[in-house]
């Protein structure tokens, strides 16, 4: 059974950092497309971010690039999202994903990002 739990949301300041990770079960990570999305209240939900393939490519919404770096820990079987220099139109809340994909009976639970002086 594929579980995926969220963690590391929580309230920001502009500017700031936040770390999300997702641990995984029920599959391995080493070459399994994994990823994140985002869905702020009455708005779509957005994908984020995506990380592909043995060769560990990855994948980012333009609206994050270069302030979100997503990674994976193939031994703790966890995937990361860093998030820096966030800002108040980031706040949402965050799911992982398995296979990067839409169907939500593949994400977990997510975690709550709120940027807000």
């Known amino acids: 059974q594929v579980q995926l739990v969220e963690s590391g949301g929580g309230l920001v300041q502009p500017g700031g950092s936040l770390r999300l990770s997702c641990a995984v079960s029920?599959?391995?990570?080493?070459?399994?497309?994994i990823g994140w999305f985002r869905q702020a209240p009455g708005k779509e939900v957005e994908g984020v971010s995506c990380i592909t393939g043995s060769d560990d490519g990855a994948h980012y919404a333009d609206s994050v690039k270069g302030r979100f770096t997503i990674s994976r820990d193939k031994d703790k079987n966890t995937v990361y999202l860093q998030m820096n220099s966030l800002k108040p139109e980031d706040s949402a809340v965050y799911f992982c994903?398995?296979?990067?994909?839409?169907?939500?009976?593949?994400w977990g639970q997510g975690t709550q990002v709120t940027v807000s002086s």
């Open positions: 029920g599959f391995r990570l080493d070459y399994r497309p």
């Open positions: 994903s398995a296979d990067c994909s839409t169907n939500k009976d593949y």
